[in-house]
């Protein structure tokens, strides 16, 4: 028998486990290797290693030295399930000196384990994402020591990133991309929208990394050869036209509920194929003797190394319509239909994206959008949102390695993303989305009240005006918040008066019912237009943003503010700023306004020249002198979105906080009740528009503390009216009562988390 090593260090060396991947082609094979060298190592009789299969959320023996191979793939646990599921499930070491003694073990038929007393098992975890779990078995009672443990724990750590990395490192080796081997994985994350999309990944490589793999199929051209230049000239030619041509067809189609943020977006990749500099240049490589592929790519290639290399964030997001051009050319080089030379069957994958890449891609037809790493602003994902394209965030490196054309299934509402499916998966993703197509809308209740027969509104928060028809379709009760700053975040500029006010406009005549408020710009923190040559911040959040930004800014603030006043004139109209933090800030902003209003009057505009001016509640120190401000403010709005974070320093952003990020924290809700207190007192209309209305027992809350009024986004509405005409206010106050007598945010999660 072999005898236990003392030295923890000693007994799996990263190195040894670095040269079982050298030499394996499959994670199986891998896995059996470990086993054996740790059994040996520990000199146990048996060694299982168990995989924790996210999808099914059960455990499977995966690896065996000692019990019957051919239980390997049959023994499946579920988390909590005998004493390795119970090691999954709680995440902790569990050691028995008699296995078959304890209340939780499980027996299982002809594998041969009852005859190994001594269990050890070990979670594989990586910090809380369950991995699998690692068990060494002996026959002799009481085997196993703490020492043993420790040591075990060091060798499950070790295996954790390498399991976690395995798929990846041995397609990579294997000279694949790495798709073959994510067969039917699942990657958890964070989604965004509600709804799935299913298709081919298509990876928009990141500024300043490798670039695209080839798409595959079959050439239509010679290859490469100085006697083949006639037909690989005429390829391109007709390559080009075709491009040129969807092109048009693209800009020509663009509806006019996108002309805030669609622009002239199609007109600049046409403009830049007619330029003989970039496509001339592919011609003239193909004259000498290169394939029109090749051409396309080494130009592209050419192009995109000298945009990112410009300081000036305008020229870096030019990267991406050149990239969109290269696969737009290709796809028609390599003759594949319309909707391939856009990205109709893809679903993109990126590390990095602007919000005016995101307007592109969806107008080409994304199903939806993959994203890698910190870099995803409240913007990305808003606006993912208000264009309906499903998008899934996620730190997991792998994604960046996904084969191009691998089947992709993104599941926003469970924050999953499949790769290569296996059949089982697909069947039933294809089956509940053709449901969800033909699924008859449901009847929208239109205005609501509680059962005690209080009204209440249920308002639309909206980023763009092809926002507004979504509001309408789900019965909206107006416009609690519009966005202002979507426009100047997407284009390359801040858009003019006269641009501004055709949307104000627009949105007010498409808005049929309820009021519209518009909120002015809210630009800084992570909601920054890359064009704007403002100081990198060490901390944007607690920088210059929102109404501090329009204050240090009068220019832009009043070209605004004017604009908001024009579209205003003949209507209601309510403006409101943002991140207000003092009187000085509210009352500054409004003399802005009345300055707007007296100049406009001398120019004999059309104006709204009484609009109601109110301030959005969304840092504590509006809280602080709320007294003041529902005095002077016609009406108040919450932002839960960032009066949670601001109250609790919980950057509603990182995903490492997320857990903290509650706005059912026993100091949220006395800040809310304190505002709802302070409205009530001065006759100001209150109204919520952060995200949190949208949780039902939030809901609940805010109606017993007197809140009637909440704006949330267009999805969420039906939910929340038919929820909220179910409730009756009474009750709302004994909870709110309830939730407000909390101290610790354990007692409040007990309210809130059920
Ligand atoms: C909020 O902070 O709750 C809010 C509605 O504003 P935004 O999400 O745009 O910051
Ligand atoms: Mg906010």
New binding site residues.
């Given amino acids: 028998m072999a005898v236990k090593r003392d030295n923890i260090d000693l007994i799996v060396s990263a190195s040894e486990l670095t040269s079982l991947f050298d030499k394996k082609s499959s994670l199986s094979t891998l896995l059996q290797d470990i086993a054996e060298m740790v059994a040996e190592h520990m000199a146990a009789d048996v060694c299982s290693i168990y995989l924790y299969d996210q999808l099914q959320r059960e455990l499977v023996l995966r690896a065996t030295i000692g019990l019957a191979r051919s239980s390997i793939g049959r023994v499946k646990l579920k988390p909590g399930e005998g004493i390795t599921g119970i090691a999954l499930k709680e995440l902790r070491p569990v050691r028995e000196a008699r296995a078959t003694k304890n209340p939780a073990y499980k027996y299982f038929e002809n594998i041969e384990e009852e005859k190994y007393e001594a269990f050890l098992a070990v979670p594989i975890k990586k910090g809380l994402n369950r991995i699998g779990v690692i068990t060494l078995q002996h026959r002799q009672p009481d085997y196993f020591s703490k020492r043993d443990t420790a040591a075990l724990k060091a060798i499950a750590s070790q295996l954790a990133a390498s399991i976690e990395n395995s798929q990846m490192l041995i397609g990579l080796r294997a000279g694949k991309t790495g798709a073959d081997d994510f067969s039917n994985l699942m990657i958890q994350g964070t989604g965004r929208g509600s709804t799935t999309a299913i298709g081919r990944a298509y990876i928009l490589s990141s500024r300043g990394k490798a670039y695209n793999k080839r798409p595959g199929g079959k050439k239509p051209f010679s290859p490469e050869g100085a006697d083949k230049i006639d037909v690989n000239i005429a390829a391109f030619d007709s390559a080009l036209e075709l491009s040129m041509n969807q092109l048009e067809e693209l800009q020509f189609n663009v509806d006019d509920s996108l002309s805030d943020v669609a622009g002239m977006i199609f007109t600049a990749h046409f403009l830049m194929l007619r330029d003989e500099n970039y496509t001339g240049e592919m011609r003239n490589l193909i004259t000498t003797g290169h394939c029109p592929d090749d051409a396309v790519r080494q130009i592209t290639a050419q192009y995109v190394d000298i945009f990112e290399g410009s300081d000036m964030p305008g020229i870096q997001e030019k990267v991406q319509d050149i990239k969109d051009l290269e696969h737009r050319l290709l796809a028609n080089l390599y003759g594949k239909s319309f909707e391939s030379a856009d990205y109709s069957a893809n679903i993109i994958i990126s590390d990095d994206i602007f919000p005016s890449e995101l307007v592109k891609i969806w107008l080409q037809k994304a199903r939806g959008l993959v994203l890698y790493g910190s870099g995803v602003t409240?913007h990305i994902s808003i606006l993912a949102r208000s264009l309906g394209l499903p998008l899934f965030m996620t730190d997991d490196r792998r994604v960046m390695s996904i084969s191009e054309d691998a089947e992709l299934i993104l599941d926003s509402r469970s924050s999953h993303l499949y790769i290569n499916p296996s059949d089982e998966i697909k069947v039933s993703y294809k089956t509940a989305t053709a449901a969800e197509a033909v699924a008859v809308k449901e009847d929208i209740p239109g205005q609501i009240t509680t059962t005690d027969g209080t009204g209440l509104k249920i308002q639309a928060?909206i980023n763009i005006i092809h926002d507004v028809d979504a509001a309408m379709d789900v019965k909206a009760d107006g416009i609690g918040?519009y966005?202002s700053e979507f426009p100047f975040i997407i284009r390359n500029e801040f858009p003019s008066e006269e641009e501004q006010f055709r949307i104000y406009q627009k949105i007010l005549r498409m808005n049929k019912v309820g009021e519209c408020i518009f909120r002015t710009l809210?630009i800084g923190g992570d909601k920054m237009p890359g064009y704007a040559s403002l100081k990198a911040e060490a901390n944007p959040f607690l920088g210059f943003r929102g109404i501090r930004f329009s204050l240090g800014h009068p220019e832009v603030f009043q070209e605004q503010i004017r604009a908001m006043l024009r579209a205003g004139a003949g209507r209601d109209l309510k403006i409101m700023f943002?991140m207000v933090s003092s009187m000085d800030e509210f009352n500054k902003a409004k003399e802005i306004v009345a300055e707007c209003i007296i100049s406009l009057e001398s120019e004999g505009s059309e104006l709204n020249s009484s609009p109601l001016i109110g301030a959005?509640v969304?840092v504590p120190a509006a809280v602080g002198i709320i007294d003041n401000l529902s005095a002077a403010a016609d009406f108040l709005s919450i932002?839960?979105?960032?009066?949670v974070m601001y109250t609790l320093a919980v950057d509603r952003t990182n995903e490492r906080v997320r857990g903290m990020y509650k706005p059912w924290h026993p100091a949220v809700l006395r800040s809310l009740q304190t505002v709802a207190e302070s409205a009530v007192i001065n006759a100001t209309e209150l109204s919520v528009?952060?995200e949190a209305a949208s949780d039902s027992n939030m809901m609940k809350f805010l109606i017993g503390i007197g809140v009637r009024k909440f704006s949330v986004d267009p999805l969420k509405i039906p939910g929340m009216k038919r929820f909220a005409s179910e409730l009756s206010v009474s009750d709302c106050r004994s909870f709110a009562e309830k939730a407000l007598a909390a101290e610790t945010v354990k007692a409040a999660d007990s309210l809130f988390c059920c």
Avoid: F, S, V
Wanted: aromatic share 0%; hydrophobic share 25%.
């Fill in positions: 409240a928060n918040l966005r809210d943002p959005m969304e932002g839960t979105n960032d009066l528009c952060g």
